[in-house]
């Protein structure tokens, strides 16, 4: 077990030098949707709330997983509400530049769904508005533009992802109101004549559509998820050498030095996922010298109680049905880990002493991942020690096993409390 999880742990950090080299960055958007002329507006127009007409295309570049740059280009236009309004068209377009920034990837959305994250921009560019039916002007309008907006993605596939954004607009040094009928100004000069008094206008968008994900690796940077980078060969060989400390078992538990909290567990002892000594029925004497590890006794008789135990069967069944007796297991592993062999053992002991007796393995998953795939991982566990009774000797006929996914009775913040839920327990039948 500790060889696999070396070789897992130095594949990954000699990788992840080249951790940079492994997604792709560029790609191209392409939306539609809604737009809303906020103000200003001449009295007595209006515009609709949710008005179709604009579209964005763009290309964007991500340095890496976290941040990145894009260029936008906008156009469509603003109409009266129907019925409500006079009549006015006023076709726009806008050139943006502007900064992104992968939310999801700083929250760790992946935590929860690895296909949903939340990008976020803000830039500034250009824009003309060119105006159609209006009275007191038919020059265009020439302004500048910031942006800022919030992008949900989710990934179709490794090339596609669907896309939806709101982004809000405000244009500097507008001249006229968006209908184009007056100018931008409180007051109106009389005669007409341009005030200059260049205020600002207020617009919105609504839209949908689709990313492109250009590059030859597998994944874009919307969805890469990198280790931790070290940059020389003397991090590289610090790093392995303390994996490799890391990995020790000094007294020889079977619970690697760094999990271990009780690191001269005696030879022989029956040990928790932590390391320390089991005392079951909690009389004081170690499991591992307590000839009734499950039934509270003094010293002087081994551990049992005092009165003589005519049912052996009663006491073992009280100890597995009460959930004392468990395989435990690492994160994302259907492998029992070593200490916990000997639960198994103790229930296939158990199991051919009373042959009357059927049994069913009942595997679970802490609460990372989807639940989908913490379904099928916890049917692992339950299979992998299933097996395990099987080449014990016991007859299959009188074993069943089933995966019941995430174990939420325990604490997801606290990593002892998510290890105990990485394990198989046991029912009688």
């Known amino acids: 077990m500790r060889k696999l999880i070396l070789s897992t742990l130095l594949l990954g950090v000699a990788s992840l030098t080249f951790a940079q080299k492994d997604f792709n960055r560029w790609s191209l958007e392409v939306n539609g949707g809604f737009n809303k002329a906020m103000g200003p507006l001449t009295p007595g127009y209006l515009s609709p709330t949710l008005n179709i007409g604009h579209i964005d295309l763009g290309a964007r570049h991500m340095v890496n997983e976290y941040f990145g740059f894009k260029g936008n280009l906008g156009l ?27 939310v999801g990837r700083m929250m760790n959305f992946e935590s929860f769904s690895k296909k949903f994250t939340l990008l976020a921009h803000l830039g500034a560019g250009g824009g003309k508005m060119s105006f159609e039916k209006q009275v007191r002007t038919t020059e265009d309008d020439y302004y500048y533009i910031i942006t800022s907006g919030i992008t949900p993605l989710f990934r179709l596939s490794d090339r ?8 809000v607009n405000v244009n500097g040094r507008q001249t006229y109101t968006f209908d184009g009928n007056a100018y931008n100004a409180d007051v109106q000069p ?49 790093a392995i050498d303390g994996i490799k400390d890391m990995l020790k078992d000094s007294d ?3 619970v690697s030095d760094y999990l271990d909290k009780e690191p001269n567990t005696p030879t022989g002892a029956r040990v928790s996922f932590n390391g320390m000594t089991l005392d079951s029925d909690q009389d004081g004497t170690a499991d591992h010298l307590d000839k009734c590890p499950f039934l509270p ?4 008789t081994g551990g049992c109680p005092v009165e003589e135990i005519t049912e052996q069967a009663d006491y073992l069944r009280k100890a597995i049905e009460e959930g004392y007796v468990n395989v435990y297991f690492g994160f994302d592993s259907s492998k029992p880990l070593s200490y916990s062999n000997s639960s198994a053992a103790f229930v296939a002991n158990f199991l051919q002493k009373n042959p009357g007796i059927n049994l069913e393995v009942k595997g679970f998953a802490d609460e990372l991942g989807e639940e989908n795939y913490n379904i099928k991982l916890s049917e692992k566990r339950a299979k992998a020690v299933y097996d395990l009774l099987i080449s014990a000797g016991v007859d299959s006929s009188r074993l069943s096993y089933k995966g019941y996914g995430e174990d939420t009775s325990v604490d997801k913040s606290s990593p002892d409390a998510r290890q105990m839920a990485r394990r198989t327990s046991f029912e009688i039948k």
């Not at 009266?80 to 900064?99: C, D, I």
């Open 297 to 300: 006794g003094p010293s002087s």
């Open 160 to 167: 596609i992802s669907l896309s939806g954004d709101i982004s």
């Open 76 to 102: 469509g236009s603003f109409h009266e509400v129907n019925g409500e309004s006079p009549e006015f068209t006023t076709k726009y377009l806008t050139l943006t530049a502007q900064g992104v920034g992968n």
């Open 190 to 238: 009389d005669p007409l004549q341009n005030p200059y008094v260049h205020a600002t206008g207020t617009w919105w968008t609504g839209t949908l559509g689709l990313n492109f994900y250009l590059g030859k690796a597998e994944q874009h940077a919307d969805w890469y998820i990198a280790a931790d980078k070290y940059a020389t060969k003397v991090e590289l060989a610090e």
């Open 252 to 254: 020889g538990d079977g």
